[in-house]
């Protein structure tokens, strides 16, 4: 089962940050947090994980609380492209590195 | 980065027969690859794991004999719906697990395009 919640959907104006929030409360201690997107029909995207230090790569930054229980994906500059659905997903070894997906959140850049 | 396809892409079929859904790793080699189904407007749900070189572990309610999984190289696993009827029509979407980067505790998934299947 999953072991996340997100809001099931959010707008964003074109041009601005696009911060995705995610809750987690019952991550363990080896288990990471992965966000993917996913646009209609298509496989998911990796865009990025971490598992206590917050991490930023060329397609967002992922901010994790120090308790580990929520996270926050940024898209700094959101474009039309990047409306999906967005996934966050926590795993780790112990689980043999499996993905339960929950909802997830419908992102939608609005022009 | 690492680059999954699957093949085919979509698939219309008769009920009753059986499909097989390839998926291939192209520039890295998966010791384990997953296999998701999605109905329309849902999310993925996982159906299997598979291990190259041993069986598939199934999720609960997930029917082994329905779906059967063959992992028999580094590089393909495949998913044969066996008796195909209208209800398996759905999007089928495999990943491979990257390769451990060193010490990293870490395997994020590729996934690959997607299958639509669809039984007629």
């Known amino acids: 089962d999953a072991k996340t919640t997100q809001p099931p959907s959010m707008d964003c104006a074109e041009g601005r940050a696009a911060n995705l929030p995610c809750n987690h409360s019952?991550?363990?201690?080896?288990?990471?947090v992965y966000w993917y997107r996913q646009i209609h029909s298509q496989g998911p995207q990796y865009i990025i994980h971490?598992?206590?230090n917050n991490e930023t790569n060329e397609m967002a930054s992922l901010i994790i609380t120090e308790d580990r229980k929520s996270s926050t994906l940024i898209l700094p500059h959101a474009t039309l492209r990047d409306t999906a659905v967005y996934y966050c997903?926590?795993?780790?070894?112990?689980?043999?590195?499996?993905?339960?997906f929950g909802t997830g959140t419908s992102l939608t850049v609005i022009p | 980065g690492a680059v999954v396809s699957q093949h085919p892409s979509w698939v219309i079929c008769k009920s009753g027969t059986s499909v097989k859904i390839e998926c291939r790793s192209l520039?890295?080699?998966?010791?384990?690859m997953f296999w998701y189904r999605q109905f329309p407007k849902q999310s993925l749900m996982l159906m299997a794991t598979?291990?190259?070189?041993?069986?598939?572990?199934?999720e609960q309610g997930v029917e082994k004999d329905k779906f059967l999984i063959n992992h028999a190289s580094l590089t393909l696993s495949t998913l044969t719906v066996t008796s195909a009827h209208p209800e398996d029509s759905s999007f089928y979407i495999c990943?491979?697990?990257?390769?451990?980067?060193?010490?990293?505790?870490?395997?994020?998934?590729?996934f690959g395009p997607g299958t639509r299947l669809t039984v007629l």
């Open positions: 990943s491979a697990r990257g390769p451990t980067s060193g010490s990293a505790t870490y395997n994020e998934q590729f």
């Open positions: 598979s291990n190259e070189g041993s069986k598939a572990t199934y």
């Open positions: 997903i926590v795993g780790g070894p112990n689980t043999g590195n499996q993905f339960y």
């Open positions: 019952t991550i363990s201690g080896n288990e990471y």
């Open positions: 971490g598992l206590k």
């Open positions: 520039d890295f080699q998966a010791t384990t």
